[in-house]
């Protein structure tokens, strides 16, 4: 019974297995490919965003410059400052001042918003002025502090002024309010459970919902620096990598440079909010292939439970033959020790002669009628062997498209991985797409007027990665499918197997009864036909008949024991198919 239910249940477990570990290998792939291109789309989003903020401020102070060289007095450049700064916020200032004090009769101070510092304030001491003159004409960012006016975090980023003989006129500055970008990453959304900040170089943060976390707390934790590790990197390392993707087993990190300024972009979060629905897919899956083997293991159960009970029904049969086989064997042993006894009378008295005489007349008569059930037993028995030929070729050919169905399940199980090289080359044509839409937005005249294009061109892209999702799904039902053929040709294996299985049974039962005939057939007539001649001879012969009567009946009776053995073999052997 154990090895019944073993062989029913453990092929359909397997097969169910098999189908869930390619499609959670498949899953896996596609939710790595998924986080990739959902977070590198955010990302480039949020940096174009981000410098189409910054951008403007940029142009004005690279305007400002060219202006500068060729003006350099004081009242003139405060109405061009105003007229620059005419559609800034009024919270953002906009200053300039000389490399001369602005104490000195060369030098002053200006600003778009009329703003007038103490009489002790020198901006040639300010850290924005220092860094400016030192980096010679390349943008300066300072670190994020409170500003006095406003009382707002916020960042100023300045640029040197040279005339034409590359002489420094003096520093032009912007103040940045950070609320605006914090505004903007607060809007970004990537999955339900991720988080989006924008760093500095060192990993502080530049924005946090946490506003006691700004500037004060770094983001790179012991925790956040051992999941790097995992991934192979150092701090150093992915800051340094300028656009780096890392997808562990529970959580992903990315990270990508605004510009050319020292500010990143971060993002973090969960895999699993990505790979959720792809487990719920795979349980279900699970649930209907187990449902699917656990109906197809009742269905071998059940015929196997009736294969076996055909089997109890020959064994009792063969055994009840083989008993009265064992019978008549017994008996036979008797009449051979009465036939003894008759030829001892026979020498001791010749009138029992003619008694004898028609007892060997009536064994041919029974040999006679052996031998016709004997060529009956043979015709039969060729018979029988003719069909199982046949049905052993028919089980063949059976395990033959069993075997088929398994290449079939086989190679469309590999047309899968082609769906996936799809589905990798459709996400990296959305990372060039994206890539270029940043380009565009960033070198457009207008803020990002071109960045629709390309926005449309990659929900396109994303319009063939559900296509190729669809085709995945396709395949795994012609997995399905196949799954079934298999089923259906191992269930008419199984039929032609059990078929066979009686015919043989059948088949041996005859040529026992074959055997055990031809032995009686062989052994009696040749006792009866030396009997006979031997009568018909001169009644002077008779003593020597005799012997050889005797010499027969001995022999006779040992193909009776014979029998009798091979009838107990018999039975032996209808006791074990019984059991």
Known sequence: MRKTIISSIFPPVIVALFACLSFYIVNTRIVKENVNSTVNAAIYQLTGDVQEILQPNMDKMSNWQAIVEEIHEENALFRVMKGIAADLSEDTLFYYATSASRFSKEGFFINNLGWEPDDTWDPSTRTWFKEAVANNGRFTY????????????????SQSVKDKNDKILGVAAMDVMLDVLSDLVSR??????????????????????????????????????ADLKKGGYSVEEFIGGNGTNIILRKNFYALQRIGNSPWFIMVDGPVSDFSARFMRN????????????GGSAF????????????????????????????????????????????????????????????NISEKIKDVSGVAI??????????????????????????????????????????????????INSVADQAKIIAFNAELEASSAGEAGRNFHI??????????GIIDGTKEIKERITEIQQS??????????????????????????????????AS???????????????????????????????????????????????????????AEDLNK
């Open 188 to 225: 970004a959304s990537i999955s339900p459970h991720s988080n989006v900040y924008i760093l500095l170089s060192d990993g502080r943060f530049l924005t946090n919902p946490d506003t006691s976390k700004l500037i004060n707390e770094n983001y790179f934790t012991e925790s956040v620096t």
């Open 282 to 293: 795979l349980v279900i899956i699970l649930c209907v292939l187990l449902v699917l083997g």
């Open 299 to 358: 269905v071998n159960m059940w015929l196997l439970n009736s294969v076996r009970r055909k089997e109890k029904e020959l064994a009792n049969k063969l055994l009840s033959e083989t008993q009265n086989l064992a019978v008549a064997s017994k008996e036979n042993a008797a009449t051979s020790q009465d036939q003894s006894t008759a030829v001892k009378e026979i020498v001791a008295t010749m009138e029992d002669n003619n008694a004898l005489s028609e």
């Open 373 to 422: 059930k004997t060529n009956d037993d043979v015709t039969e028995g060729v018979s029988y062997l003719e069909m199982n030929v046949k049905q052993l070729h028919e089980i063949a050919q059976a395990n033959l498209n069993t075997i088929e169905g398994i290449k079939a399940l086989g190679g469309k199980i590999e047309n899968i991985w082609d769906i996936v090289t799809l």
């Open 454 to 463: 390309v926005a449309t061109e990659i929900r396109r892209l994303a319009d």
């Open 142 to 157: 300072t670190d994020p502090y409170v500003d006095d006016r406003t009382g707002k975090v916020c960042a100023t980023f």
């Open 519 to 573: 032995e009686i057939t062989a052994n009696s007539s040749k006792d009866i036909t030396t009997i006979i001649q031997q009568q018909a001879v001169a009644s002077e012969q008779m003593l020597i008949t005799l012997k050889q009567i005797a010499s027969g009946v001995e022999n006779f009776s040992s193909a009776t024991e014979n029998i009798s053995r091979a009838s107990e073999i018999l039975k032996d052997i």
């Open 483 to 516: 799954s079934d053929n298999l089923i259906l040709a191992s269930e008419s294996g199984t039929e032609k197997i059990n078929e066979g299985v009686e015919n043989a049974a059948s088949l041996s039962e005859r040529f026992e009864s074959i055997k055990n």
